[in-house]
């Protein structure tokens, strides 16, 4: 499933009241755009830095 086209859940009407019912993501997905293949991979080295440096500290 591309996820452009992957829709995170519909708004559902309760009594007075609305809802957010997310979709189940047990699927794969795939991009086109390399941005995001960008953004991704620099998320991941910010992220094991930061674990890094609080196991350095503890």
């Not at 991979?41 to 196991?55: D, E, F, T």
Request: no cysteine.
């Amino acid at each position: 499933m591309n996820i452009k086209d992957f829709i995170a859940g519909q708004w559902r009407a309760g009594y007075q009241y609305q809802y957010f019912l997310p979709t189940s993501i047990n699927q794969e997905f795939y991009w086109t755009d390399s941005k995001l293949n960008s953004l991704l991979s620099r998320s991941y080295m910010l992220h094991r830095n930061a674990a890094q440096m609080r196991r350095v500290t503890n």
